[in-house]
């Protein structure tokens, strides 16, 4: 296959490919953004006011090419025109359905030419089920908000409803008077529970919720992932539960694991020393037992274990233990030539697991697992990224793709 965009390792033999720190690899957490629409009220004029609606082309630093609503235009603050509400953040002036108690995350990616800002921006009323009015506020803070470029701002709050709280409506009002201004949006969210740090890159379109099938991606286009269980990080995959918390990856049919050389590698942190079952391939067809495991001890050491079609089992455990709570990058280099399994840890051979029957490898299919722990420990660990290549990488591609990458994890 061709190079994988935005990366640099190795991609000869390259079958599936995962990186959280790409937004074509990892979308982002499974929400809904309940903001349903992002459009300008309208253009009007009257006495002492006038305002064009219209939509622009814009490039958003960080966020790319789009074309955003706006208002342009000015009030003399006559006393028929106080507050102008220029965006509605939910279809026909209408309301969201709602729960009460509950943390809101209120998000906007927005600009002004004047650089004028205010509280009203992200604004909602509360109403119950009956139509009552409950209460009302906006949540605009300029101490939390980021400055993308371009005098586009990406801003967040939270606000929690009261408790009798079922419908929300979403607007953003404006206040400043006798200044020509163009005031625009190009994103917004609304979305239960605290993601104030979510990247806007990663905010689903409005009026979407993202499901667990859409978080994850394959660079090489080959396969789809699975994603059972995980807790999820605004740029990585957290696994809290490792026996209930994992990805399926099934290659294209044309290559199994039990007759040919294959590279399996990950990009993690270990956040506590339990039992960290980091790469598991299977039997697709039975999808029963483990035939080849790499994992982390109780202790911090590196273990494989394989169980091979015959009965053979190989368990080998690496000499001394890696500390925890770095992100490392951990690569297995299974050939079934001469039946040895190497492991690299940050592009250097860490050890080689040598005497292994060559049976003890077969029978493996083109089903794997990420993060899946049969022994039920609840451990921690965070995912980044991930390789499978077809064939087995020589040391100093293993090397190649651990400098590629090891700026961008902090290594």
Known sequence: MGQVSGTKVVTDGLVFS??????????????????????????????????????????????????????????????????????????????VPASGSTTYTYGIVYRTTSGYNHANYMYRYEYNSNGGYVTEAGVHDPSKRIHLGDDWY??????????????????????????LDRHSVAKVLVTPGDYTTLHPSRWPEVNTT??????????????TPTVTGFVYGDDKLTISNTNSAYIDVSPSSNFNMGTQDFTLSAWIKQLD??????????????????????????????SVFINGSSGQSVYYTSASSMPS????????????????????????????????????????????????????????????????YNRALSAEEVAQNFNALKGRYGV
């Open 273 to 302: 020393n339990g039992v960290h079952s980091l790469l598991e391939a299977r039997d697709s067809s039975t999808l029963q037992g483990y035939l080849f495991l790499l994992n982390y001890t109780s202790t911090g050491k590196v």
């Open 325 to 388: 709570g770095s992100v490392q990058n951990v690569t297995a280099v299974i050939k079934r030539s001469n039946a040895t399994i190497e492991v690299y840890l940050d592009g250097k051979l860490y050890d080689t697991i040598t005497g292994i029957q060559s049976a003890s490898i077969s029978g493996l299919g083109n089903m794997y697992r990420l993060g899946y722990d049969r022994g039920g420990s609840t451990t921690n660990i965070e995912y980044y990224a991930f390789n499978h």
């Open 210 to 223: 993202r499901s667990n099938a859409q978080v994850v991606y394959d660079l090489t286009k080959a396969t």
């Open 18 to 95: 995962y990186d959280s720190k790409n937004v074509r690899s990892y979308a982002g957490p499974p929400i809904q953004n309940m903001a349903t629409t992002m459009v300008a009220s309208g253009s009007f004029s009257g006495e002492s006011i006038a305002y064009t609606a219209g939509t622009e082309k814009v490039k958003v630093p960080s966020l790319g090419p789009m074309t955003v609503p706006y208002m342009e235009g000015y009030n003399s603050n006559s006393a028929s025109y106080c507050c102008l509400q220029q965006f509605y953040f939910v279809t026909g002036n209408g309301y």
């Open 154 to 179: 990406w801003a967040w709050n939270t606000f929690t409803t009261q408790a009798t709280t079922s419908r929300l409506y979403l607007r953003s009002f404006y206040y400043q008077y006798n200044v």
